[in-house]
């Protein structure tokens, strides 16, 4: 989503989310095989705009996405946000089909909480020696990863996740902005969500 909206694709640009898909797009395929796209227990969901496909997580839909922006900068993306893992450009990381850390994911999601500003993850807050003196220690430097317009984008989009999509559950009484994610026969099952004080990942 992120890299759709910096190449320029509006948030309220409409896309038709059948139930299945064959994605003609050759950097999609397996050798001689298209990819077939289905959405979760194969439902249809009709024409929406990317804030409804994103909290509906409709597969098909940004099957789409993908093959307008390119797998590479979906990668770029990742990467900026704060994903180190090694990530191939195929269409299906869209969908989340290659393995992060939950450590990673949450410092992505972290850098949307911080309007687009990186800051890499760290274990130690202090160090103090037995008598109270602080030791100074290298620390982590912000970085711009993507533009506030743009992560704020993201950030209003995923709030509709919790609100009204597959996130409902996570609904804690005040704004929250995330998104789960679901293997088929919930081999895996996530949710990554945020406030502006903290992120995390389950």
Same mark, same amino acid.
């Given at each position: 989503l992120a890299a759709a909206l910096e190449h320029g694709i509006s948030l309220y640009s409409y896309y038709s989310? /059948?139930?299945?898909?064959?994605? /003609?797009?050759?950097?999609?395929?397996?050798?001689?095989?298209?990819? !077939?796209?289905? #959405? #979760?227990?194969?439902?249809?969901?009709?024409t929406m705009n990317l804030i409804d496909a994103t909290a509906n997580s409709v597969n098909t839909?940004?099957?789409?996405?993908v093959t307008q922006v390119g797998p590479d900068a979906v990668v770029r993306m990742?990467?900026?946000?704060?994903i180190e893992s090694d990530l191939k450009p195929f269409c299906s990381i869209t969908l989340g089909t290659q393995p992060v850390s939950p450590l990673e994911m949450t410092a992505a999601y972290a850098t949307l909480a911080g309007h687009g500003v990186r800051r890499d993850p760290q274990a130690?807050?202090?160090?103090?020696t037995a008598d109270g003196k602080k030791v100074p220690f290298k620390q982590?430097? /912000?970085?711009?990863?993507?533009?506030?317009?743009?992560? !704020?984008?993201?950030?209003?989009?995923?709030?509709?996740?919790t609100q009204k999509g597959t996130g409902t559950g996570a609904a804690i009484g005040r704004p929250i902005a995330g998104k789960t994610g679901t293997a088929e026969n919930y081999v895996d099952a996530w949710f990554c969500g945020y406030v502006p004080q903290l992120a995390t990942c389950v």
């Open positions: 989310g /059948p139930s299945e898909m064959v994605i /003609p797009d050759e950097r999609c395929s397996t050798g001689t095989e298209l990819w !077939d796209v289905h #959405n #979760n227990a194969d439902e249809a969901e009709g839909i940004f099957a789409q996405l990742a990467h900026r946000l704060g130690i807050q202090s160090i103090v982590a430097k /912000p970085a711009v990863a993507v533009s506030r317009q743009i992560a !704020d984008e993201v950030t209003y989009a995923l709030e509709a996740v």
